[in-house]
């Protein structure tokens, strides 16, 4: 971002990686609710507290939804492999 004088200002760069699999989406959720909210350590204790409260329903609306999502999506694949005659790779799709 460039600031009011022209100078660069660089924002914080996080990196998140995982280890022989996917990402989970307790973690996909968690992350995007970092984004959506943040309070500051000198907040009013109340208001940091109400707020990380706030920021917990929002990772479990999240995670509810890019449930859904994956869902979806796997149902897309089965309904797929069922119409190219793969039934068995369907039936792998459906246990995943």
Known sequence: ???SLGEVEVGSVGVHTTHQR???P????SRCADKIVSVS???N???????NAFKQNIQKVIEFYVRQGIN?????LYNEA???GDDGLANIIRRL
């Open 82 to 84: 069922l119409k190219a």
């Open 41 to 43: 350590e000198s907040a």
């Open 72 to 76: 979806g999506y796997k149902t897309d």
């Open 1 to 3: 971002m460039i600031g």
């Open 22 to 24: 996917g990402i989970a």
């Open 45 to 51: 204790p109340l208001i940091r507290e109400q707020a």
């Open 26 to 29: 307790e973690e996909v959720a």
